[in-house]
């Protein structure tokens, strides 16, 4: 008898970083040592266990023919129609028992082998290094049947000495890559659990007397205008910058007159670094970074941070990303005004920090670093507090900061996120202070400070926020000391975020606090042939945290969200107001660094929303921080009368690296007089015949006041008063805010299963009235809605009355009437556009006159909720009717019903059906972030209190 022998898996659960690996160093392109991707097609075969299969995959000449094949990089559980297993989403659970550092015996491993063919004019002087990017979670590596080690840390790079091992001609390398590792109890963010070789692979030419590793310092003196540059390097060799003739020995500083690189001006200088084995390219961008009358300065001066937190993701691909889904990434910040990333909540693909290099992006990158899990136990066993783990975490923030270390985007290195607090991220702050003193170090962790350099906290709602600008929020002396920034805020999940506008306010009230980062940069679901995109749950996972993944300012597919239209215009770096009727324009250029050179504006004028006139408008070349009046233009002479106003927009006035030429980058709007309203007499009386109540151009059922047609426009469904909407992923909150998640709230009390009673019709001398009660079922409350129609012949008014009954201990989420059009297809309105608004997330609203479609006019958030209402609406066409509104209201058109927008979880639960369901609401009760953060601010409440609004139909055909 024979007894099969289990490889030893020690290592996985082995605390240490691992064992083989070189040491740490920058990561950089040679101009010309030879490299060779060995990214591409692999053979693949999938065990449940760590150790289910011996090792003799490793060995030449092994047959995997039978085996399947997977793309690296990229996920296993992303490939293969889920024959390999499937993602799992959790937000802070770990999926596996927390008993560190044990991992389950049930633990995916994917064995991985890739057969190359070295060059045959592969250099056989120097060595060579395999280099793997990243890796989840845990890998052992092969060459040539020899093993060369194995490593945790799955967003940080590895590399193996391998020059001895090469072969001319077919070459085989193995990697065995564990699902679950020690290492996975390090990595606890909020994001899908994704295994596999998902960043590249390289094999890397060593020549003698190559570059081993350097430093880049280059820092700027703003009194001067000089920049002074080093590098460091293992070897000698020498430095070499054309542009400002500087050639030196490496270590050797000098000093030259240089222009500094901003965010806003991202000047970088082409360099080599020559040494007697291989020319590396430079991209050398100069300035200091301090902490200086408790705030962060760059150049002398203090930053604003209009940031997002970043995940890297591809619906298809997910971690594993290509160069130009990272361009189109920071194309699409740049274009929405934003200046800066948090690396969320580990290092990206060192492609991307240069991307952030050469476009200008101020950077907090992040170590690979989140034990949010142990909060479960309060923080019992926490492995940041647990010296055993200790060279773990040093080897995390070693490999971040040695191959980030030269690019000058980078402003602050952090520590990680939501890891609680110990003795490990101490030696971490210790060891990253030492080595790189020429920036900062973040965490958001440690509010007393004891180891970071600014004070960081997530969602703290904005009173908290203010008193905090204040200097009134307590703590030590030294927190009271330093600058604040909301590292995460405004959670961009579903619709919203609300508040925006506000947070910014405070911002830019006072000085010390220096801005923030929204959560998130994109929603992570996943491309599903069925349900659209997949969130947490759609996949069978044991725990999941559903959609709270999906929380991102653009969609799966990269289209900008309403909440990155909105912040756009809240960080618009030129503030634009003005005086109407006297004509005059204030420019504010709202910038750190630049002067508005780069820009030119044009103004319009419009009448009931349409342009009638146009020009340029000379503005000065306003220094950052100044302002200044513009007169405007005579206005046009325009006979019409209607409502007019002024539109001045901020424009570049040449083609950049990020935008073209006429891109918008502010735009502001100003009333010249005010809005007429639309009035008429009632002329018409009702008249009682048959069944039916005519009334100039409509007919009502007599028996229950129902509207049937207006001038030959059926209405298939009577306007009635509707107070629900399909609570948004912020409507319903976060769980540890129960006083105040309204979603909640607004079931409980029934607003969901309003009931009408009809208590009147009244054919009246001059108008039709109809009068209800409008009230949840088991409940006492309710709202006496009084429903009023009058005519002048040709045009129908509707006047709604709207009294409260009961104590209403919440507020309203909507307010208004809702209709149903047989046909309607193309819409066109006056009023706020062209996307979504509401009362809390209005800023990015431009009133003009607008078109779309009724499809089109849906936002497609990845849950269905709540979504396209139009603000400030004088009047709206569609179905054959226009609908005139006194006050302005909300409109929003769907081909379904807001309970079955309720019901869906996903895009492909919605069908159209044979109705269009208008509603034009008097009222909206503001989105806020409270899926993570603050609720609505008290002013966007729609409290329910008596109101009076109207409308006024006519046909268009």
């Given at each position: 008898m024979s007894f099969r022998t289990t490889p030893s898996?020690?290592?996985?659960?082995?605390?240490?970083?691992?064992?083989?690996?070189?040491?740490?160093?920058?990561?950089?392109?040679?101009?010309?040592?030879?490299?060779?991707?060995?990214?591409?097609?692999?053979r693949f075969r999938l065990s449940a266990t760590a150790g289910a299969e011996d090792d003799s995959f490793a060995e030449e000449g092994y047959d995997a023919g039978n085996w399947a094949e997977v793309t690296v990089p990229g996920h296993w559980v992303l490939q293969g129609d889920g024959a390999f297993g499937s993602p799992i989403y959790t937000n802070h659970l770990y999926p596996f028992p927390v008993d560190p550092p044990y991992v389950p015996t049930e633990n995916p491993t994917g064995d991985h082998l890739r057969v190359f063919d070295l060059p045959s004019?592969?250099?056989?002087?120097?060595?060579?290094?395999?280099?793997?990017?990243?890796?989840?979670s845990c890998a052992r590596v092969w060459l040539n049947g020899t093993e060369l080690g194995e490593f945790k840390g799955s967003r940080l790079a590895h590399e193996f000495a391998v020059g001895e091992l090469l072969k001319p001609g077919s070459n085989v390398l193995a990697v065995r890559v564990h699902q679950w590792s020690a290492g996975s109890y390090l990595e606890d963010q909020d994001q899908w659990w994704l295994p596999g070789i998902f960043r590249d692979v390289t094999l890397l030419h060593r020549p003698a007397g190559s570059v081993a590793d350097f430093f880049v310092h280059a820092s700027y003196d703003h009194t001067t205008g000089e920049g002074t540059l080093r590098v460091d390097s293992g070897v000698d060799g020498r430095v070499l910058v054309p542009a400002l003739d500087i050639d030196v020995a490496t270590g050797e500083p000098v000093t030259v007159a240089v222009e500094p690189w901003t965010a806003e001006t991202p000047k970088l200088y082409d360099g080599v670094l020559a040494t007697d084995g291989e020319r590396v390219p430079l991209r050398i961008g100069f300035r200091t970074v301090v902490l200086e009358d408790g705030l962060v300065k760059v150049n002398g001066t203090a930053v604003l941070f209009k940031g997002v937190n970043r995940h890297e993701w591809h619906p298809e691909r997910g971690r594993a990303l290509d160069l130009e889904t990272m361009r189109e990434d920071v194309l699409l910040m740049k274009r929405h005004n934003l200046n800066a990333v948090r690396t969320s909540h580990y290092p990206p693909h060192p492609a991307f920090l240069d991307l952030c290099d050469e476009y200008g992006l101020w950077v907090i990158d992040e170590c690979d670093l989140e034990t949010h899990g142990f909060t479960e136990q309060d923080w019992r066993d926490n492995p940041v507090d647990d010296d055993r783990w200790t060279p773990a975490l040093l080897d995390r923030a070693a490999r971040m900061v040695e191959r980030d270390k030269n690019h000058p985007s980078i402003v602050f290195w952090s520590l990680g996120n939501e890891a609680g607090t110990g003795r490990g991220l101490t030696a971490m702050a210790e060891w990253i202070h030492g080595r790189d003193p020429e920036r900062l170090v973040h965490y958001e962790g440690?509010?007393?400070?004891?180891?970071?350099?600014?004070?960081?906290?997530?969602?703290?709602?904005?009173?908290?926020?203010?008193?905090?600008?204040?200097?009134?929020?307590?703590?030590?002396?030294?927190?009271?000391?330093?600058?604040?920034?909301?590292?995460e805020y405004a959670h961009a999940m579903g619709n919203g975020p609300g508040g925006l506008a506000d947070y910014q306010e405070l911002f830019e009230k006072y000085d010390r606090l220096q801005g923030g980062f929204i959560w998130e940069w994109i929603d992570h679901g996943v491309k599903h042939a069925e349900l659209g995109y997949a969130y947490g749950g759609d996949f069978g996972e044991e725990l999941h945290d559903g959609n709270f993944v999906c929380d991102g300012l653009v969609f799966p597919d990269r289209t900008p969200s309403p909440g990155l239209i909105e912040y756009k215009k809240v960080i618009e770096p030129v503030h634009i107001e003005g005086d109407g009727a006297n004509g005059i324009v204030r420019i504010t250029n709202k910038q750190d660094f630049a002067d508005l050179s780069a820009l030119a504006f044009e103004w319009s004028c419009q009448v009931d929303g349409e342009t009638v006139e146009s020009g340029s408008l000379s503005v000065p070349a306003l220094v950052a921080g100044e302002s200044a009046e513009v007169k405007l233009p005579e206005p046009p002479v325009d006979g019409r009368g209607g409502e007019r106003q002024w539109t001045v927009r901020a424009l570049l006035a040449n083609d950049t690296s990020w935008a073209a030429k006429g891109h918008?980058?502010?735009?502001?709007?100003?009333?010249?007089?005010?809005?007429?309203?639309?009035?008429?007499?009632?002329?018409?009386?009702?008249?009682?015949?048959?069944?039916?109540?005519?009334?100039?151009?409509?007919?009502?059922?007599?028996?229950?006041?129902?509207?049937?047609?207006?001038?030959?426009?059926?209405?298939?469904?009577?306007?009635?008063?509707?107070?629900?909407?399909?609570?948004?992923?912020?409507?319903?909150?976060?769980?540890?805010?129960?006083?105040?998640?309204?979603?909640?709230?607004?079931?409980?009390?029934?607003?969901?299963?309003?009931?009408?009673?009809?208590?009147?019709?009244?054919?009246?001398?001059?108008?039709?009235?109809v009068r209800t009660r409008v009230a949840p079922a088991a409940r006492e409350v309710g709202l006496d809605t009084v429903y009023r129609w009058t005519s002048d012949g040709e045009r129908l008014r509707l006047s709604v009355s709207v009294t409260p009954e009961g104590d209403w201990t919440v507020p309203l989420p909507r307010l208004g009437v809702r209709f149903g059009l047989p046909e309607a297809d193309r819409v066109e309105w006056f009023g706020g556009g062209p996307g979504e608004a509401y009362p809390d997330s209005r800023t990015a609203s431009m009133v003009g006159r607008w078109q779309s479609t009724v499809d089109r006019l849906q936002t497609p958030y990845v849950r269905p909720q709540e979504n396209g209402a139009r603000a400030d609406v004088r009047w709206v066409e569609l179905g054959g009717l226009r609908i005139e509104g006194d006050p302005e209201f909300w409109f929003t058109a769907r081909r379904w019903t807001t309970e079955q927008l309720d019901a869906a979880q996903h895009r492909t639960d919605l069908a159209a059906g044979d109705t269009v369901w208008v509603n034009l609401d008097h009222g909206l009760h503001g989105v806020g972030s409270q899926s993570c953060g603050p609720g609505p601010l008290p002013q966007y409440f729609l409290k329910a209190e008596p109101v009076e609004f109207s409308f006024v139909f006519s046909t268009t055909r």
């Open positions: 898996v020690d290592y996985v659960e082995d605390v240490s970083p691992g064992s083989g690996a070189l040491p740490p160093r920058a990561w950089y392109a040679s101009s010309d040592a030879r490299s060779l991707s060995l990214n591409g097609s692999w004019d592969w250099p056989s002087d120097g060595g060579a290094v395999l280099r793997f990017d990243g890796v989840e440690d509010w007393n400070c004891r180891d970071t350099d600014v004070y960081s906290r997530m969602y703290a709602f904005h009173d908290e926020v203010e008193k905090i600008g204040q200097q009134l929020d307590g703590g030590t002396h030294k927190r009271r000391e330093l600058p604040f920034i909301q590292c918008v980058v502010a735009w502001g709007q100003f009333a010249v007089g005010a809005r007429p309203l639309p009035s008429f007499p009632a002329t018409d009386r009702p008249v009682v015949e048959e069944g039916r109540i005519t009334l100039g151009p409509a007919w009502f059922d007599a028996r229950t006041g129902a509207l049937l047609s207006i001038g030959g426009v059926e209405v298939g469904a009577t306007p009635r008063l509707d107070v629900w909407r399909a609570p948004t992923d912020n409507d319903d909150g976060a769980e540890w805010q129960t006083d105040t998640r309204y979603g909640m709230l607004w079931r409980t009390l029934g607003l969901h299963r309003m009931r009408h009673r009809l208590v009147s019709v009244e054919a009246g001398d001059d108008a039709l009235t």
